[in-house]
């Protein structure tokens, strides 16, 4: 069985389903809501929310998820739940189409791929972000929120060969 190079969003909206379980040449599609920016992901903590932790014996680090990360993430994993998707192991490489009645002025292309590669990895549909060997982004005007392919790279498609 092969697979389509690509499925645009026209034929997944026409109703047209991505396959996502692995074969030989597994590969993963998938729409999602449109991305917050990496500058809105996360947000010092109050004074407020060290105090209390504090009170509780316990230290806050870092910094805390935003409001409008966690809505997304929430809709975001629904979406990705609905797949029922299976782990691409090893090596990878993703295609992301944003859509582009998204866009806002001077709005930069890159600072939406961490929370993508980040919810991908939590939904265990790819085994670490660190191992997206290429990636490929651009805006698209027939897409609603954000578009997904991901393809294993040569070596682990030839991973998957040898073991099945």
């Not at 645009?8 to 991505?18: F, H, M, N, Q, V």
């Not at 999602?32 to 996360?42: G, K, M």
């Not at 990705?80 to 709005?107: D, E, M, Q, V």
């Not at 290429?134 to 897409?143: N, P, R």
Request: proline share 6%; with cysteine; hydrophobic share 35%.
């Amino acid at each position: 069985m092969t697979l389509p190079a690509q499925m645009s969003a026209k034929e997944y909206r026409a109703g047209k389903k991505p396959i996502l379980h692995p074969t030989k040449r597994a590969k993963l599609c998938v729409g999602l809501p449109f991305p917050p920016s990496a500058n809105e992901l996360h947000r010092p903590r109050t004074a407020r929310e060290k105090d209390l932790a504090a009170k509780n014996g316990r230290k806050l680090r870092g910094q805390a998820r935003t409001e409008r990360y966690n809505t997304w993430r929430n809709a975001a994993g629904w979406q990705l739940n609905k797949h029922h998707l299976h782990l691409i192991p090893g090596p990878f490489s993703i295609t992301i189409a944003y859509g582009l009645k998204n866009r806002k002025r001077g709005s930069d292309l890159d600072n939406r791929i961490k929370a993508v590669l980040d919810i991908l990895q939590e939904h265990q549909a790819i085994e670490n972000d660190r191992l997206c060997e290429g990636i490929i982004a651009h805006w698209d005007e027939e897409v609603e929120g954000c578009w997904v392919n991901i393809l294993p790279t040569k070596a682990t498609s030839e991973k998957w060969e040898m073991a099945g």
